[in-house]
């Protein structure tokens, strides 16, 4: 795959709870990774932006071997093209339109 692309994703990892900071040390400490969200059972929300597929593997494979993680699962992923990927999406209005007219054709 192209290196032109950036790889956004969203892991879920359940953690012991005792463990849950050093996890979390750990987590913070990669690039290009953070924590968006954390509750007291142990469940981290943590987002990665990558130009290549594996290194998200890699990441997955490495919260899994700490000590603590119950498991780490992707639940998001999506590629986009880094030239415009801060670009605001464009509108679905017209599409939408485009519907009701279909769904008044109908009636």
């Not at 032109?4 to 012991?16: R, W």
């Not at 142990?42 to 119950?70: C, F, N, T, Y």
């Amino acid at each position: 795959m192209s290196t032109d692309a950036l790889h956004i994703a969203s892991l879920l990892v359940h953690v012991q709870p005792g463990h849950a900071r050093s996890v979390a040390r750990w987590v913070e400490g990669q690039a290009d990774t953070e924590i968006r969200a954390e509750d007291a059972a142990g469940k981290l929300v943590v987002v990665v932006e990558s130009q290549h597929e594996r290194r998200i593997l890699a990441l997955v494979d490495a919260l899994q071997s700490l000590p603590g993680v119950l498991g780490a699962a992707l639940v998001y992923h999506q590629i986009l093209d880094p030239a415009t990927a801060d670009e605001p999406e464009a509108a679905d209005e017209p599409q939408q339109r485009q519907a009701g007219q279909a769904e008044g054709a109908l009636s």
